[in-house]
Nanobody, 122 residues
């Protein structure tokens, strides 16, 4: 079975940082693009970035560029989402997902993990 386990969420003050982890089992992250998505209350889920673990290429949406870094540790089969300068608008449930093709569309992602809640207080 393929499992993606996201963790690391929590409550943080505005301006703070969090690092989320996504541990994969049943797949090798080097064979997939791993994306991070988030869903804020009352809003649709949006892709915020992804990484091609095999070559380290990353892509981010404009609203998080400069504040977010996605990285991968192939030895640990884990992908990270480092978020800095957090804002209340970053409050959401964050998900990781795996795709053979990558991109920002959630339809391209075959495997999904359970989300982890990030709450940013003002």
């Amino acid at each position: 079975d393929v499992q993606l386990q996201a963790s690391g969420g929590g409550l943080v003050q505005a301006g703070g940082s969090l690092r989320l982890s996504c541990v994969a089992s049943g797949i090798e992250i080097d064979d997939y693009a791993i994306g991070w998505f988030r869903q804020a209350p009352g809003k649709e889920r949006e892709g915020i970035g992804c990484i091609s673990s095999a070559d380290g290429m990353t892509d981010y949406i404009d609203s998080v560029k400069g504040r977010v870094t996605i990285s991968a540790d192939s030895a640990k089969n884990t992908v990270y989402l480092q978020m800095n300068s957090l804002k209340p608008g970053d409050t959401a449930v964050y998900y990781c997902a795996a795709s053979l093709s990558g991109g920002s569309s959630e339809n391209a992602y075959e495997y999904w993990g359970e989300g982890t809640q990030v709450t940013v207080s003002s």
